[in-house]
């Protein structure tokens, strides 16, 4: 197919207008003119740009804030026991309801320990607003106590951040800081707040209009580049749309599905896009990459035309990024113009809110259907469909007796339900996650994909209970994960958060030991953690549930899993956690190794798929 050499992403896009309207609630008209602190001021911002629910703890900088918080008829505040479980808690609040998530903490250590969480945010474009308390501005640059530059620390993994030692300067940091977060590509943004600004008083004004000059709110895609995308998917004969997670933040898969419908490509869907396609979808081919199905990466290898849409060519997909999608020709859309060829060439760069971009690509797509007719794609389906059936997802009975984490995390998802939140921490139990539960709609699977956070799935979990009170909420977690942040589970217990917990315990850290396995001749180094597989349980998660005020349940065979999932469900007066024993030697599969060709990808240990070599050669 001939290489079609668009203009480069700067000229495709619309100037973001210098200034925009806020749309605050009557809080900020109520207050307006009033005399307060900068620490009332605080409060009545958030109550102003429409947050209802924080996650936070207190400390001596932070201090003057939440004297007026404890009187707001409007913020709910969730006392955690780690800020780091705050900022991962407004992750998975953000994720699940698609406002943004909102956390709060003092300086120093308080504002650290949000580090993480701001640069797993700021990795999986999730739209935060971090609030941390300051030392008092005579006092900044002095090493004074609790004192650390937060705004110097976060400078790299934030939209933006703010230092505000002027206290009527609150209000409109805290209403830029909502709209930067929300608006353009999603993502964190840190208003740090000296104590004397808190303390001192102010006249409340929320800004009616924003002003931003130059800020990227979001281009509308160039007619010229979907005109050119259209007609390469209505000329191409081995299309894929590769969807990545923008699609899900963009809230687009209702677009997303009338894209796949009309053009008969095959579709993937990334770790952080599970569910913006329904699995069942006969044209979903299920996630790429690293861990991903054989059909999924077989599909972007042969393809012709590979249309990403608010996916950034993530490392853990192309595999070596120089034999990626070798015959295809690249049609790149995302609202962030910095991702359009950061990490692969692009043949047809396309940016803008992917709203906008299906809105314009699917009536073009259909006036070029009329002009060439619609593409002959049996041969292509044909060969997706073979490697579909021949190579799909499965797994082996286990040889030590303990239950196979694939049959557990599969029959957990077809017991709790399509409309269930899942969230994951990282490893193994995160890939089988992804792998074995059919997700059908979006915004149901709540992970950390770039950074990679262990301790992320209760917190998210958390999050995502209190944003989605009336959906049940899984927290899929590993036995290594779970005890980095499970102190949580004090919080939901004590403010009837009632999530569930299900730890996939192989007594290991597993995607670790799996490498060790792999490649490291078996060399076990420092990955055991006793945690299941033995006499002594250190610790005992069922009596660490109970002594956290939650219930805490064991499963040791595969002939009590639906029994115990089943008694999980019934339990809503409090959280569950369930200990599931698994077998420490299951392994994910498929498996492209890191540095290597996805062309290298083994169905199973030592077993490499077959290629059709007939579409390669044509």
């Known amino acids: 197919m001939g290489q079609v050499r668009a203009p480069k992403p700067s ?9 925009t309207r806020t ?33 936070g703890l207190p400390g001596g900088t932070i201090l003057p804030t939440y004297d007026p918080l404890m009187d707001s008829k409007v913020l709910r505040h969730i006392l955690v026991r780690h800020e780091q479980g705050a900022g991962h808690a407004a992750e998975g609040y953000a994720h699940a309801t698609g406002r ?39 006092m900044i640059g002095t090493d004074a106590f609790q004192e650390a530059d937060i705004v110097g ?39 740090d707040i000296a104590k004397s600004a808190q ?28 005109q ?66 054989v059909s999924a990466v077989a599909a972007l290898q042969k393809a012709d035309l590979v249309v990403a849409l608010g996916a950034r060519f993530d490392d853990r997909v192309t595999g070596k990024l120089e034999s990626f999608a070798p015959h295809a020709t690249i049609v790149h859309a995302d609202i962030d113009p910095a991702e359009i060829g950061k990490n692969r060439a692009v043949d047809v760069p396309i940016v803008g809110d992917l709203k906008d971009v299906f809105a314009a690509l699917v009536p073009a797509l259909e006036v070029e259907h009329e002009r060439h007719g619609r593409p002959d794609l049996e041969a292509w389906w044909a060969q997706l469909d073979d490697w579909r059936e021949t190579y799909g997802l499965g797994y082996t009975p286990t040889d030590d007796g303990h239950s196979s984490p694939q049959h557990v995390i599969q029959r957990l998802g077809e017991i709790a339900g399509p409309d269930t939140i899942f969230t994951a921490g990282v490893g193994q139990h995160q890939m089988w996650a992804s792998q074995f539960i059919r997700y059908q709609r979006p915004n149901t699977w709540i992970n950390s994909g770039g950074l990679g956070t262990m301790g ?24 290594g994960c779970f005890q980095m942040t499970n102190q949580e589970l004090v919080t939901c217990a004590i403010n009837e958060i009632p999530i569930k917990v299900a730890i996939i315990n192989n007594s290991s850290l597993g995607m670790v030991r799996q490498w060790q396995t792999l490649f490291y001749d078996s060399r076990y180094s420092n990955t055991d953690l006793h945690t299941g597989h033995g006499t002594r ?82």
Not at 23 to 51: D, F, I, N
């Open 228 to 293: 050119e995308a259209a007609r390469l998917l209505a000329t191409a004969r081995r299309p894929v749309l590769y969807v990545g997670g923008g699609v899900i933040r963009a809230g687009a898969s209702d677009g997303l599905r009338k894209l796949t419908d009309l053009s008969g490509a095959a579709v993937v869907t990334t770790l952080m896009a599970r569910g913006a396609l329904p699995d069942s979808h006969p044209q979903h081919l299920g996630m790429p990459g690293m861990h991903g199905t």
């Open 153 to 191: 620390i976060t400078q790299p993994i934030t939209k933006h951040n703010v230092l505000v030692t002027d206290p009527n300067e609150i209000p409109k940091a805290i209403a830029e800081a909502f709209y930067i977060a929300t608006h353009g590509r999603p993502g964190p943004v840190l208003v």
């Open 456 to 479: 992320f799935a209760v917190p998210a979990a958390m999050g995502a209970k209190v944003g989605e009170p009336d959906r049940t909420v899984w927290a899929i977690d590993g036995d």
């Open 100 to 138: 943004p998530g909102v956390c709060i903490a003092t300086s120093g250590p308080g504002a650290t320990n949000l580090v993480t969480p701001i640069a797993d945010a700021n990795m999986d474009s999730i739209p935060l607003v971090a609030i941390t308390g300051q030392v008092g501005a005579s």
């Open 11 to 19: 000229a495709l896009m619309s100037p973001a207008p210098a200034s």
């Open 537 to 618: 349980r250190i610790p005992d998660f069922v009596k660490l549930a109970e002594a956290m005020g939650c219930a805490g349940l064991r499963c040791e065979t595969d002939g009590d899993v639906d029994a115990t999932i089943k008694r999980a469900m019934e339990i809503d007066d409090q959280p569950v956690v369930v200990d599931f024993t698994v077998s420490r030697d299951a392994m994910v599969w498929p498996m492209v190794a890191a540095g290597t060709s996805n062309d290298e990808i083994q169905y199973a240990r030592g077993i490499a798929p077959e290629w059709d070599r007939s579409e390669e050669e044509a």
């Open 23 to 55: 749309s605050a609630t009557p809080a900020a008209a109520q207050h307006a003119g009033s005399t307060m602190t900068g620490a009332e001021a605080v409060v009545r911002s958030l109550e102003a740009a429409g947050a209802t629910d924080v996650f």
């Open 199 to 226: 303390q001192q008083s102010m006249t409340f004004n929320w800004p009616e209009r924003i002003e931003l000059p130059g800020f990227n709110a979001g281009a509308r895609p160039h007619a010229k580049t979907v």
